[in-house]
């Protein structure tokens, strides 16, 4: 009974440290004093943010992302740290650009992240993200700053020459590209800049049958059941309503020497490069090599994987090793690749990284090809790739070391791929360019490292204390 007394009784005075703001007769502020700064910052420490911020080596980063403070201009918000560090946030609030930015201006844990004090003051510029998100990918090279990272969790990371791979694919956010869909894109993107040119050079706009295929395509857009036919007649007069566009575009060009931006031209030639692969199409009814799949995202490219939910995805595919939990990234390309052709190359970038012979890789059957096997048995690294033929008389124990390799690929590292996509902003990515989407994947995955040696830096503390 006097037990029961006695935890009540600290459960209420646990109770009575929180108030309603509404129930207080004097005015405060946070952050009144510096004693109350300290308070917020140790609080801000034990969180899991603030565990994220003791893991990154942040001096080392603005040397390899050469961040330096302008001397002309107006002084930016934030500091070289703070522009790494709102990279790493975005992925951990899992928010978008504007809602991220919102919440800085609000919560003083995200401002101890970012180097940043506001106060009363207020970020009006939801595009500062973007910006600093342009900035960083000009200079991103994911094989030197992955070196930068393990280096200093080298000492968190157990059992290094241990190491688990597959591939996976980080889907860009894109409608699904039906032919119909990416030619009225591009016809509707060519219509509307001829008109502009039309209008500068003050000639008259081509005659075209826009406005009726506009109703056409929006009604056939709406049609629940799309016949073979209904898609052959709209696809053809897209296709003719296409090329009447380019032919006068070049027209426009050539006869009043048009300038503009390079991103202009370059839409134009991705433009012409989807008309004659569409037009072949078409004709032939081959299928499309290297098919252009967004006029806007003209690097993507069909990914296929053979999955019954999704066979095709679009975006990068990443072929990812792990070392005790650790993601890091091996290779990443938009263009689709065997990774069963990469386990060598896998090998040597763990060697490259922790300095240490691999003695035990675990990866899947699309691995198991008889060049990485001689490539293993040559240099004795055991694998949990079933064995071919009959096998030896103390089969039991590999058999053992087997199943708990392949429990490790499936449960850890298997499990990072869903974790990164559910919590850390890898689902859909909506960078607009390839240097962009690249970055994204890249702060997506070391954020999600970052929480983990931050959670066994913060164990061993509490250890030793």
Not at 165 to 171: E, H, K
């Given at each position: 009974m006097t037990d029961m007394v006695q935890k009540r009784g600290f459960l209420f005075s646990l109770?009575?440290?929180?108030?309603?703001?509404?129930?207080?007769?004097?005015?405060?502020?946070?952050?009144?004093?510096?004693?109350?700064?300290?308070?917020?910052?140790?609080?801000?420490?034990?969180?899991?943010?603030?565990?994220?911020?003791?893991?990154i080596p942040w001096s080392d980063l603005v040397r390899y992302f050469d961040l330096k403070e302008s001397s002309k201009g107006t002084k930016m918000s934030f500091s070289p740290q703070g522009r790494i560090a709102l990279m790493f946030l975005k992925h951990y609030a899992c928010c978008s650009d504007k809602r991220l930015i919102e919440q800085l201006n609000s919560n003083i844990d995200y401002q101890f992240f970012c180097d940043l004090h506001l106060g009363f003051d207020r970020i009006t510029n939801y595009k500062i993200v973007s910006q600093i998100r342009c900035e960083l990918s000009a200079s991103l090279d994911i094989d030197v700053l992955q070196k930068c990272l393990?280096?200093?969790?080298?000492?968190?990371?157990?059992?290094?020459?241990?190491?688990?791979?597959?591939?996976?694919?980080?889907?860009?956010?894109?409608?699904?590209?039906?032919?119909?869909?990416?030619?009225?894109?591009?016809?509707?993107?060519?219509?509307?800049q001829l008109r502009k040119n039309a209008k500068v050079v003050g000639v008259k706009m081509i005659r075209s049958k826009y406005l009726?295929?506009?109703?056409?395509?929006?009604g056939f857009s709406?049609?629940?059941?799309?016949?073979?036919?209904?898609?052959?007649?709209?696809?053809?007069?897209?296709?003719?309503?296409?090329?009447?566009?380019?032919?006068?575009?070049?027209?426009?060009?050539?006869?009043?020497?048009l300038q503009a931006s390079v991103q202009y031209y370059r839409r134009v030639a991705t433009i012409k490069k989807v008309y004659s692969q569409q037009e072949y199409h078409f004709r032939t009814g081959n299928k499309i090599k290297d098919r252009i799949v967004s006029i806007a995202k003209d690097y993507l490219r069909p990914i296929v994987r053979g999955k019954e939910i999704k066979p095709v995805e679009f975006g990068a595919k990443v072929n990812k090793l792990q070392i005790d939990g650790i993601s890091f990234i091996e290779h990443l390309s938009f263009h689709a690749f065997n990774e069963g052709t990469r386990l060598q190359a896998t090998i040597y970038k763990a060697q490259d990284l922790t300095h240490r012979k691999t003695k035990i890789i675990g990866a899947d059957a699309i691995y198991a090809t008889n060049k990485n096997?001689?490539?293993?048995?040559?240099?004795?690294?055991?694998?949990?790739?079933?064995?071919?033929?009959?096998?030896?008389?103390?089969?039991?124990?590999?058999?053992?070391?087997?199943?708990?390799?392949?429990?490790e690929r499936a449960t850890r590292l298997e499990g990072s791929f869903g974790k990164e996509k559910e919590y850390y902003h890898l689902k859909k990515i909506k960078a607009k360019t390839k240097l962009t989407e690249t970055l994204w994947i890249f702060f997506g995955i070391h954020t999600a490292n970052a929480l983990e040696i931050g959670r066994r830096i913060y164990k061993k503390q509490q250890i030793a204390a």
């Amino acid at each position: 009974m006097t037990d029961m007394v006695q935890k009540r009784g600290f459960l209420f005075s646990l109770a009575m440290k929180i108030q309603r703001i509404s129930e207080f007769q004097h005015k405060f502020s946070f952050l009144s004093s510096v004693e109350n700064f300290d308070a917020y910052y140790v609080r801000f420490l034990e969180s899991d943010l603030g565990k994220i911020y003791t893991a990154i080596p942040w001096s080392d980063l603005v040397r390899y992302f050469d961040l330096k403070e302008s001397s002309k201009g107006t002084k930016m918000s934030f500091s070289p740290q703070g522009r790494i560090a709102l990279m790493f946030l975005k992925h951990y609030a899992c928010c978008s650009d504007k809602r991220l930015i919102e919440q800085l201006n609000s919560n003083i844990d995200y401002q101890f992240f970012c180097d940043l004090h506001l106060g009363f003051d207020r970020i009006t510029n939801y595009k500062i993200v973007s910006q600093i998100r342009c900035e960083l990918s000009a200079s991103l090279d994911i094989d030197v700053l992955q070196k930068c990272l393990y280096v200093h969790w080298s000492d968190y990371i157990e059992n290094p020459n241990q190491v688990t791979v597959d591939a996976t694919c980080y889907d860009s956010e894109l409608r699904y590209p039906s032919n119909q869909k990416l030619l009225w894109e591009a016809v509707h993107w060519m219509y509307k800049q001829l008109r502009k040119n039309a209008k500068v050079v003050g000639v008259k706009m081509i005659r075209s049958k826009y406005l009726k295929w506009k109703l056409r395509y929006h009604g056939f857009s709406k049609m629940r059941r799309k016949s073979k036919s209904k898609r052959k007649s709209l696809t053809r007069a897209l296709l003719l309503l296409l090329k009447k566009f380019i032919d006068f575009e070049a027209h426009l060009r050539k006869k009043y020497n048009l300038q503009a931006s390079v991103q202009y031209y370059r839409r134009v030639a991705t433009i012409k490069k989807v008309y004659s692969q569409q037009e072949y199409h078409f004709r032939t009814g081959n299928k499309i090599k290297d098919r252009i799949v967004s006029i806007a995202k003209d690097y993507l490219r069909p990914i296929v994987r053979g999955k019954e939910i999704k066979p095709v995805e679009f975006g990068a595919k990443v072929n990812k090793l792990q070392i005790d939990g650790i993601s890091f990234i091996e290779h990443l390309s938009f263009h689709a690749f065997n990774e069963g052709t990469r386990l060598q190359a896998t090998i040597y970038k763990a060697q490259d990284l922790t300095h240490r012979k691999t003695k035990i890789i675990g990866a899947d059957a699309i691995y198991a090809t008889n060049k990485n096997r001689n490539f293993v048995t040559k240099h004795k690294i055991k694998t949990d790739f079933k064995r071919k033929g009959r096998p030896p008389k103390d089969y039991k124990q590999e058999k053992k070391l087997k199943s708990l390799i392949t429990k490790e690929r499936a449960t850890r590292l298997e499990g990072s791929f869903g974790k990164e996509k559910e919590y850390y902003h890898l689902k859909k990515i909506k960078a607009k360019t390839k240097l962009t989407e690249t970055l994204w994947i890249f702060f997506g995955i070391h954020t999600a490292n970052a929480l983990e040696i931050g959670r066994r830096i913060y164990k061993k503390q509490q250890i030793a204390a």
